[in-house]
């Protein structure tokens, strides 16, 4: 029984416009030419590895420099933006930042139109700008201001035409069509409930797009981590093509060992091939971040860290503390969530078994029943129904 994780890929309906033209989640630039001088380039370069590795105090200094050295250029406001963008991503029940991340868009979106006030065809000033637009759809998405979405995502689609037929090789615009190709291909093939969203766009090709993002993960100068992170949630969400996501994770968790987020599709991959060792120290790793109060690490790692530690543990028939690590999952989900989750209704199946296993019958019934509660998921009536007409037997 395999859990599956809530992605990061944006793949409710609307959310395929925003997507088309992610140029990067913290480098919308051209490789094949300098976008400023090089003391600025260097300071962006040290920047972005901030972000990905959550050191957002450094991160931000730096950008300050580059606003402060080139204030009439996006760059430097895009990425300060990019700040706000990943503090809402590793924790999207946290609502706190998102003002501020609209307000730094705005700021990006103005800085761009004075530059293609005077030159429509300004390369740096319609990738930031398509950039900015891109992600604030992508931010409506998650917040489910769906019309907003839809009028921001077809805006950067068509930044994203005039960027092609402006630099059609460049490699790191190749994230952008790349995304695009892959997602308006596959997603309706997915959920064919967006299928009526698609007509209005040019059809995808997912072969071509997988073959843009590898080659924007090689060769892009700025994109080059950004193809990476979306590779990996392609792999491991749509491809099941666990063991490419597996190195994948591996290479940007020990590039980024601060992002909690890396970390977690590491511990994903891991559990997906069976590698019990493998995946219960990296839980474990995760748990001691949520211990030591490190930034990212929060109540919903410590919730996922617990249920896979105890599976680990399960695994190892050792019962009695795989029992503990499962009601700390359950005591996390009851807190968490607003409604029962698919990790509340799997640990208490687990957490069941665990009781069966020690002669435990009473209690384990009492579990099952819960689920039976609990609106179904994945078969988990059926499931629970099982373990009540016959004991789980290891």
Aim: with cysteine; glycine share 4%; net charge positive.
């Amino acid at each position: 029984m395999k859990l599956k994780q809530k992605n990061k890929i944006n793949y409710l309906p609307l959310a395929i416009v925003s997507l088309l033209f992610v140029i990067s989640s913290s480098m919308p630039i051209k490789a094949q030419w300098a976008i400023m001088y090089r003391d600025a380039d260097s300071l962006i370069l040290a920047g972005a590895d901030y972000i990905y590795n959550l050191e957002f105090e450094k991160a931000e200094a730096l950008f300050k420099d580059v606003q402060r050295k080139y204030p009439i250029h996006p760059a430097g406001y895009f990425l300060d933006a990019m700040i706000e963008w990943w503090k809402i991503s590793i924790n999207l029940e946290d609502y706190s930042n998102d003002e501020l991340f609209k307000k730094k868009i705005d700021k990006v979106i103005q800085i761009s139109n004075k530059i293609l006030d005077t030159n429509n065809f300004d390369i740096n000033a319609l990738f930031f700008k398509g950039g900015a637009i891109g992600y604030r759809a992508r931010f409506y998405t998650m917040r489910d201001e769906w019309f907003l979405s839809a009028q921001d995502g077809k805006e950067a689609y068509d930044i994203l035409q005039k960027c092609q037929q402006l630099a059609p090789f460049n490699h790191d615009i190749m994230l952008g069509t790349g995304l695009y190709n892959y997602l308006s291909q596959k997603l309706p093939e997915e959920y064919p409930i967006i299928k009526p969203l698609m007509y209005f766009l040019p059809n995808g090709d997912a072969r071509l797009g997988l073959f843009q993002l590898r080659a924007a993960a090689r060769h892009a100068r700025y994109a080059s981590v950004e193809a990476k992170v979306s590779l990996l949630q392609i792999y491991y969400t749509f491809e099941n093509n666990n063991y490419e996501a597996l190195q994948i994770a591996q290479e940007l968790s020990t590039k980024y060992p601060q992002n909690t987020y890396f970390l977690r599709y590491l511990g994903r991959c891991q559990v997906r091939l069976g590698m019990t060792q493998d995946y219960e120290k990296t839980w474990r790793d995760v748990l001691n971040g949520y211990v030591k109060k490190t930034p990212g690490y929060n109540a919903i790692t410590a919730r996922e860290a617990t249920y896979y530690i105890g599976v680990a543990l399960m695994n190892q028939l050792n019962w009695s503390e795989s029992a503990k690590y499962f009601k700390k999952s359950l005591e996390g989900s009851r807190k968490i969530d607003k409604k029962p989750s698919g990790f509340q209704i799997y640990t208490l199946l687990k957490l069941g078994n665990c009781y069966d296993a020690l002669n435990n019958r009473n209690e384990a019934k009492k579990c099952y029943n819960q689920v039976l509660d609990i609106p179904e998921w994945n078969d988990s009536h059926k499931t629970a129904k099982k373990y009540l007409q016959s004991a789980y037997k290891p």
